[in-house]
């Protein structure tokens, strides 16, 4: 005779929330947050904690389907274990009250972190949301604006992939993309997130992982070696510019003009 299935109960968040509840972990999913496998002995150094903890806190993170491990000869390396681990990351940034800056070096990281970072597969911070602005800008994309608005959206979903806006590629803007050597789909699919620390929309989806792949190809810009910061380089600055439209002046929230570190 065949045996049912055992009966199933709601989800039992309580037991994600128990893993999230330890700061060096969450430093860990944080660290992990732009898609790439690093070693433990990184993760170690940049949660702040013993390579033994480490360890034990890896192993905990992979029993539970957060992160998944791959071995390279001796070193084992570790990455989140899919795109709905890096949205349940940001979402919680979202949610998450900042943390208080003790050192320069911690204010220093935060503000590299906002200005420009990757968001799983795709970048966001400032140069994020001034990338989709300048495609938008120049009619590369069609059908928003790039502005989050919590009172007119319903989904547009702080974490993960708004759908409020039916954001389109132009032709113009598809040209533009196959020129900077992207490949692309007959009709690609724009996907967008809602980004944490700007409120705006950033490019997200393949497009958003082909566009950040392609920049780093070309060099314009740079990964952090342990976190999720990038940085724009001396060729990067110029072809931002001459791509995008983006200039080395910013606006900030209060409309102060300020240069911003991805572009001194």
């Known amino acids: 005779m065949f045996q049912s299935a055992p009966a199933r109960g709601d ?31 990184l993760l170690a150094a940049e949660a702040g904690v013993t390579p033994a903890t480490a360890s034990s806190h890896l192993g905990k993170l992979v029993t539970a389907g957060l992160l998944t491990v791959e071995r390279h000869g001796r070193n084992r390396y570790f990455r989140l274990a899919g795109p709905q681990v890096g949205q349940l990351v940001e979402m919680l940034a979202q949610l998450a009250p900042a943390a208080p800056i003790r050192s320069l070096r911690q204010g220093t990281r935060a503000n590299a972190l906002r200005e420009a970072r990757t968001c799983y597969d795709h970048l966001a911070g400032r140069l994020g949301v001034r990338l989709m602005a300048g495609m938008i800008d120049r009619g590369h994309l069609v059908g928003g604006d790039g502005i989050f608005d919590p009172d007119r959206a319903r989904h547009d979903k702080r974490a993960g ?17 196959t020129g900077l050597g992207l490949p692309l789909p007959p009709r690609p699919v724009i996907r967008y997130c809602v980004d944490w620390s700007e409120q705006r929309h950033h490019l997200a989806g393949a497009l958003g992982r082909d566009l950040l792949t392609r920049l780093v190809d070309l060099d314009w810009i740079r990964r ?3 976190n999720r910061a990038v940085r724009v380089t001396e060729a990067g600055r110029t072809g931002l510019s001459d791509a995008f439209g ?14 911003p570190p991805w572009a001194r």
Do not use: M
């Open 11 to 41: 989800a039992d968040i309580a037991v994600v929330g128990a893993l999230l509840s330890d700061q060096g972990r969450c430093r860990i999913l944080l660290a992990l947050d732009d898609g790439r496998a690093l070693p433990a002995s």
């Open 161 to 177: 992939y708004g759908h409020d806006v039916d954001y389109h590629l132009t032709d113009v803007g598809n040209t533009f993309l």
């Open 224 to 226: 952090a070696a342990a």
């Open 246 to 259: 983006l200039t080395p002046a910013d606006v900030t929230r209060d409309g102060s003009r300020v240069t």
